[in-house]
């Protein structure tokens, strides 16, 4: 007993569906992005941004500076800005532009030579915000 050319239809629509919405768009360079009012906007619309950004360093070898997400405009979800080192200056998440929850504030851009070391360090580094709301 097989399924009917109409329900095959709807199966493949349904798998096409759950296919893209488990794909994420790439990151965007948020030196791209028109910010108007502290709210980031996509400069072809001049909508309110939603997705991943980051930043580089400057230079040829600029790594990573910044990785975070938006929402509607505004800073929401994880938010990473990093030393030029490569080692996490500061980590958390953001929730309607705001610090929420458990953050590191890493000021040494050295990462310490022992285990013990860093996570003593990440530890003392830990800054408590007000909870991020569940959402």
Not at 63 to 78: I, P, V, Y
Request: one cysteine or more; proline letters at 7%; charged letters at 25%.
């Amino acid at each position: 007993m097989g399924f009917g050319p109409l329900t095959r239809l709807l199966l493949l629509f349904v798998v096409a569906l759950v296919l893209s919405a488990c794909r994420r768009s790439p990151a965007r360079e948020i030196g791209e992005l028109v910010v108007q009012d502290s709210t980031y906007l996509d400069p072809e619309t001049l909508l309110p941004y939603s997705g991943r950004v980051f930043r580089n360093f400057p230079g040829e070898a600029g790594g990573t500076q910044l990785e975070a997400m938006l929402r509607d405009g505004t800073w929401e979800g994880d938010f990473t800005i990093y030393h030029e080192t490569g080692r996490i200056r500061y980590e958390g998440e953001m929730s309607g532009g705001s610090q929420c929850g458990a953050w590191i504030e890493n000021e040494s851009p050295v990462e310490p030579e022992s285990a013990y070391e860093a996570i003593k360090e990440d530890l003392e580094s830990l800054v408590i915000y007000p909870d991020c709301p569940q959402g």
